[in-house]
């Protein structure tokens, strides 16, 4: 780009990077806008968010008193009405000049400049705008009122755009899930969130990890198991079951968000008398229980407070008592001889 030296475009691109831990939408407009006028410097900052079926706008403005209470609602209201809204709606390029749109003379005459934009101190506009998988384009204005946003600033907010829409949909996500597993999620499930393509965009921990469990590894990162993803692409998705080494792994759509896979895993338990004819002792059926749920014996260490050498020890009294090789053999033996 020629009107960006090098460090300006290292500046955008580490702008969605500083940015892509917020927990919550409200927390990442605050530090976007704040890394958006550090990048370009604007006198007025402004989070618009566009419901595309409806062209309804919820609004925000910094300095929050830069606007009379009401105007924005009396003079815009509908995305339709504000020449920058009505570009990112369609689908213009990621920043776009308010002068561009409108001729300054016609601009001048217009309500939206006497009533609006005047009386905010904002006399040049420029904005950016972000999809969401929510049906909705988020729009972020810089104006000033004195100077015209130039070849550079546009050209930094271009290179911005990508990491910044990134993080909104990460945040969102993580709004998502919490949201989700505030609604009461139980020890024993997890979360898959997908994106528009049905690529998993955020899952609880694990998740993912059961699935390749269950299904083996998906194709590409991000990418569901090939089982679990030929199930979502045919209705009706009745609840998805996997039976796997005594644990039982059912995976359906949360209700109301058809973007949103519930995970429920139950593993079958021992019977404490079949651990004794096993000739078990309780320190190996501790390590004999975890080994059912956590296949990597360091993350068996770490979940019962133990050296890895210790758990390797009591699997290898385990396997040798059970007469099978492998842990996973010791868990079916324990399994069947429960029944």
Known sequence: MPWLAESDIGAARRLGQGIVDSRTEVELRRRALHALVELVPADVLTWDCVELATGAVRHDAVPVDVERPGVFEAVVGSAARHPLLAAHVAGRRAAVRLSE???????????LYGDLLHGSGVEYEIAIGMRTDRGEVIVAALGRTECEFSERDRDALDVAHPGLEGALRTAQARER???VLAAGAMPGTAVVLLDGSGEIELS?????????????????PGWLPAPVAEWLALPPRPPLV????????????LPGDPH????????ATFRADALVRLGLIPRET???????VIEDE?????????????????????EAKLDVHTPKAAVARALHESE
């Open 101 to 111: 749109l409108v001729e300054l003379g016609l601009l001048r005459r217009s309500e």
């Open 260 to 267: 949103a896979l519930l995970l429920e895993e139950e593993v």
């Open 298 to 318: 360091a993350e068996i260490a770490s979940e019962l407070f133990l050296s890895l050498r210790a758990v390797r020890e009591r699997l290898d009294r385990i």
């Open 204 to 220: 609880s921990s694990a998740a993912e990890r059961w699935l390749a469990e269950h299904f083996g590894p998906a194709e590409h």
């Open 286 to 292: 501790e390590v004999l229980c975890a080994a059912a």
């Open 177 to 179: 899930l919490d949201r």
């Open 242 to 253: 996997s039976k796997r080494d005594g644990r039982r792994l059912t995976i359906r759509l």
